[in-house]
């Protein structure tokens, strides 16, 4: 399962929103027998990273999403959460 896009408005940041929805998808994931959940997110979007790697994400990896990326150093991180079977 592919988590894209998940944001929060910024009136209603640092109330555990992301977080809650983020358990959510997890749980939604599990539910219906997926045993991994990837999203991407980029380099400037610390706060995001911190918030899924406490949700179990790690980081599989990274890219560059264009050529102008890569002379700015602009890069997109690639995370994995394995949910294992459920048992």
Do not use: M
Request: positive net charge; aromatic residues 10%; glycine residues 10%.
């Amino acid at each position: 399962l592919e988590l894209k896009r998940l944001s929060v408005s910024r009136e209603h940041r640092g109330r555990g929103l992301a977080r809650a929805l983020c358990r959510e998808v997890l749980a939604f994931a599990r539910a219906r027998g997926y045993s991994t959940v990837v999203l991407s997110t980029s380099v400037v979007q610390v706060v995001a990273q911190r918030l899924y790697e406490g949700q179990g994400f790690r980081k599989v990896g990274a890219s560059y999403p264009s050529l102008l990326g890569t002379l700015l150093n602009f890069q997109i991180f690639h995370y994995r959460c394995d949910l294992g079977d459920g048992n």
